[in-house]
């Protein structure tokens, strides 16, 4: 039936599951929950999971199985807890920018600190400034480039995911 294994949005939601819930046998794999995520009470319910994952398919148009496709809690929430307030279903290339983007911890991944301070994307050298606000503009525009492109490789993304992903650039 819909609400079966077989369905789309089971492994999604069995992989949440086991991240937020599983701990690796030799401990190794610290779970999502000893840093405070969790998944609200319905999504404990496949079924209940899967109304929302097939009405979000729907409603995106996205083609199922998803394929290259992550449930995102970080874009558009706080990033600790699995909700159908929170949560996205995103390409991964847009889920791995917006990592990317906003791990910088008050630094910008793209900007090394040094004289000269040097702008980088993707581990290549782009150019050098005298100061850390002209390498950090630098690397804000590089970033928009590469999310309009994203945007148009993704049309049918929806709109508050690009907002939330400017808003970190």
């Not at 558009?76 to 910088?104: M, W």
């Not at 309009?148 to 709109?159: A, G, H, I, Y």
Request: glycine share 8%; charged share 25%; hydrophobic share 30%.
């Amino acid at each position: 039936g819909p609400h079966s294994s077989g369905s789309p949005g089971y492994s999604i939601w069995l992989a949440m599951l086991k991240r937020c819930y599983k701990e690796s046998k030799d401990g190794s794999n610290k779970t999502y929950l000893s840093k405070g995520v969790t998944v609200c009470n319905d999504w404990l319910n496949f079924q209940i999971f899967s109304e929302w994952f097939n009405c979000y398919v729907e409603e995106y148009n996205l083609n199922t199985p998803l394929v290259g496709f992550d449930l995102d809690k970080d874009i558009t929430g706080s990033g600790l807890l699995y909700s159908p307030q929170y949560c996205n279903l995103v390409p991964e290339k847009v889920n791995n920018f917006y990592k990317d983007v906003s791990n910088a911890r008050g630094w910008k991944s793209g900007v090394n600190r040094g004289k000269p301070f040097t702008c980088s994307s993707k581990g290549k050298w782009i150019s050098d400034h005298r100061t850390v606000e002209e390498c950090v503009a630098k690397y804000g525009e590089l970033k928009l480039k590469d999310l309009d492109r994203l945007k148009q490789e993704f049309p049918t993304v929806k709109s508050q995911i690009w907002e939330n992903i400017e808003y970190k650039i």
